[in-house]
């Protein structure tokens, strides 16, 4: 099985500065990484495809990179509605699994 | 407007069975690989098991395998979750995921809304 590690477990940011979120894979995924928002009560919501593509209606301020086995997140700017926690998800042969998360809160 | 409305949880005892739904709407549902995906209560996401959308492939996390099983009804537009053996660390909400995309990708698009299951005696 293939274990995603995610870093770091919280960050402390403001509003306005500039989030980076770590995912790292014991093995290559290639570009099958997605990453995910989900906030208290809620669905997760998809943000990145495939490692860098924004799915549909995702601001521009969120981007992915990275392949093999290390990807990182960017949100640009952070907004107030940023604040939630953030979980990576690869793909491998029909199968899945998630990273544990990255909190994001506001410092 | 693609919807997903689980349906199913509820209360059962270990070793006990039950079965959870999952309605799709707004999208050709047979065209899509779905996912069940479980996170217990205030913990992380757990990928449970897969299906393809023509339900030939089906695939189980390690933790399920033999326990429960996937499949889906293209003509009624619906996903099921069969739960066997059922154990105190299965209590989780368990949402239904769309794949976003009928090809080589990674990523689910629509989520539903969850529904609990709760294993106690």
């Known amino acids: 099985e293939i274990v995603l590690t995610q870093s770091p477990a919280t960050l402390s940011l403001s509003p306005g500065e500039r989030a980076t979120l770590s995912c790292r894979a014991s093995?290559?995924?290639?570009?099958?990484l997605a990453w995910y928002q989900q906030k208290p009560g809620q669905s997760p919501r998809l943000l990145i495809y495939?490692?860098?593509n924004r799915a549909t209606g995702i601001p521009a301020r969120f981007s992915g990179s990275g392949s093999g086995t290390d990807f990182t997140l960017t949100i640009s700017s952070l907004e107030p509605d940023d604040f939630a926690v953030y979980y990576c998800?690869?793909?491998?042969?029909?199968?899945?699994?998630f990273g544990q998360g990255t909190k994001l809160e506001i410092k | 407007e693609v919807q997903l409305l689980e349906s199913g949880g509820g209360l059962v005892q270990p070793g006990g069975s039950l079965r959870l739904s999952c309605a799709a709407s707004?999208?050709?549902?047979?065209?899509?690989?779905m996912s069940w995906v479980r996170q217990a209560p205030g913990k992380g996401l757990e990928w449970v098991s897969g299906?393809?959308?023509?339900?030939?492939?089906?695939y189980y996390a390690d933790s399920v395998k033999g326990r429960f099983t996937i499949s889906r009804d293209n003509s009624k537009n619906t996903l099921y979750l069969q739960m066997n053996s059922l154990r105190a660390e299965d209590t989780a909400f368990y949402y239904c995921?769309?794949?976003?995309?009928?090809?080589?990708?990674?990523?689910?698009?629509?989520w539903g809304q969850g529904t609990l299951l709760t294993v106690s005696s």
């Open positions: 299906i393809s959308g023509g339900a030939s492939g089906t």
């Open positions: 093995q290559s995924v290639s570009s099958y």
């Open positions: 995921a769309k794949k976003w995309s009928g090809g080589d990708s990674c990523g689910f698009d629509y």
């Open positions: 707004g999208f050709t549902f047979s065209n899509y690989a």
């Open positions: 495939d490692a860098s």
């Open positions: 998800q690869q793909r491998s042969n029909s199968m899945y699994t």
